[in-house]
């Protein structure tokens, strides 16, 4: 099928041109600027934006990746798939180890068939004093050991793993980490500037949502913010909802790094679905007015964000739509490394969301099917 479009946003572009690609299979086999090569199958209206990249979300449309069902799984990755999402890693939560490796060897079924790109485990290894939604009792110091079978459990599905580098064993873990091709994320940490630097050179690449569950960045004392902020090697997550970050402070951190800055939502399973009570891992959430929180505290529980929404956000912020978009599809992909998808380009997954003029998807192409 070859398909035109007066408006197509294609890679490290600054805005929509007109247009075409070429899918073949999965695949996209053909794209450029301007006319088709031959009259088009389709002529598609609408914004053509890559499919969005998430990766970090513990579920939506009511249901929760902390599971060891399949089926479970899916209904969440449904839920956002309607929404132009088509690349989506499953991210869980604090547990035990024995509960975390059977959720880890269920969801790395769905890694093999193809319909995750992979598990973050966001906890164990994660600081007391900056525990979020996590079960305190369940946080650990990350043995190194531990750390590698949990990673065999998930049969080389594990992506990413959130981790406090000031804790005993950390460095030790994130060398561990790196050296398997995982991503170590600095997050729920009390690190100060130093050990966060440390943490860096050990291999750590990635900051689980930058400022939220982390020491602040204060004129003396830095800790982990700056050190992340600051270094090249180190993207950026941030969770534009305007509930966890200021919008304001988002648009500036990615006016100061385009590059470096990775949109996720951090959701959970009332994502894509109403306000309600909701379970997060062990602990119960409610959400009211489309906010998280650990029930009857001021604490957020993740987040009820889709990426289109986060998309949305950022361009009302006045982050450059181009950028905005490639926030949520190429720089997460560059991110975790997923070089199939993110990008509208000969060669990669056939994966496409079209936008009307407000931003929202109106068809989604998922590995050369519409959705």
């Not at 969440?76 to 309607?82: D, G, I, K, S």
């Not at 005993?168 to 170590?184: E, K, P, Q, W, Y």
């Not at 987040?303 to 978009?325: E, H, K």
Request: aromatic share 4%.
């Amino acid at each position: 099928m070859l398909f035109s479009a007066d408006r197509v946003l294609f890679p490290d572009a600054d805005a929509p041109v007109a247009g075409y690609f070429e899918v073949a299979g999965d695949r996209i086999v053909a794209a450029g600027e301007g006319a088709p090569p031959r009259p088009a199958d389709e002529h598609l209206a609408g914004i053509v934006v890559p499919g969005y990249v998430d990766v970090h979300s513990h579920g939506g449309g009511g249901a929760s990746f902390v599971t060891e069902d399949a089926d479970v799984a899916r209904q969440a990755l449904a839920a956002h798939r309607r929404l132009g999402v088509t690349t989506m890693v499953a991210s869980l939560v604090t547990g035990t180890l024995p509960d975390l490796a059977r959720q880890v060897s269920c969801l790395a079924d769905l890694v093999e068939s193809g319909e995750l790109a992979g598990i973050h485990l966001e906890g164990p290894w994660l600081a007391l004093k900056y525990k979020g939604a996590h079960p305190p009792q369940l946080l650990t110091d990350p043995d190194p050991a531990e750390v590698a079978a949990l990673l065999d459990a998930g049969r080389g599905a594990v992506k990413m793993v959130t981790i406090a580098p000031e804790l005993r064993g950390a460095l030790d873990s994130i060398r561990l980490m790196t050296a398997r091709g995982v991503v170590a994320a600095v997050g729920h940490t009390d690190a100060d500037y130093d050990a966060c630097r440390a943490a860096i050179d050990a291999g750590a690449t990635g900051a689980t949502h930058l400022f939220n569950a982390m020491a602040p960045l204060r004129h003396r004392d830095p800790g982990p913010v700056l050190a992340l902020w600051e270094d090249p090697r180190v993207y950026l997550e941030l969770i534009m909802d305007g509930v966890h970050v200021r919008p304001e402070l988002v648009a500036f951190v990615a006016a100061s790094t385009p590059a470096r800055v990775v949109f996720v939502t951090d959701a959970m399973a009332a994502a894509a679905s109403s306000d309600g009570d909701y379970v997060l891992g062990e602990l119960p959430v409610e959400v009211r007015d489309g906010v998280a929180r650990i029930a009857g505290t001021d604490t957020i529980a993740g987040s009820t964000l889709t990426l289109d929404r986060a998309v949305r956000n950022a361009v009302a912020a006045g982050i450059p739509f181009g950028q905005a978009v490639r926030a949520a599809t190429q720089v997460p992909a560059d991110y975790l490394s997923l070089p199939d998808v993110g990008r509208l380009a000969a060669g990669k997954r056939a994966d496409v969301a079209v936008l009307d003029d407000d931003l929202r998807a109106t068809r989604v192409l998922h590995r050369g099917a519409w959705v």
